[in-house]
């Protein structure tokens, strides 16, 4: 299984928020969107203000970033 990084990105600042194993991109994709409306809810200030979630992989490339805003789970 894949290790994959999570970082909160403000400007130019990157914060680690964690690791974890994970199966896919995929599951880490939606681990990040589901950080990002957390982060959204706890520090609002971070809402509308630019900041994201960035998911890495074990060599730290960037798989993929999300804006950190509440996400509508339909």
């Known amino acids: 299984m894949p290790y994959f990084n999570f970082d909160l990105v403000i400007g130019a600042e990157f914060k680690n928020q ?41 060599d730290s490339n960037e798989l993929y970033r999300t804006p950190v805003e509440l996400i509508g789970r339909g």
């Open 18 to 58: 964690g690791g974890m194993y994970l199966e896919n991109t995929e599951n880490a994709i939606d681990k990040a969107e589901s950080l990002a409306s957390e982060l959204c809810i706890v520090r609002p200030e971070l809402c509308s203000s630019g900041c994201a979630v960035r998911v890495t992989d074990g």
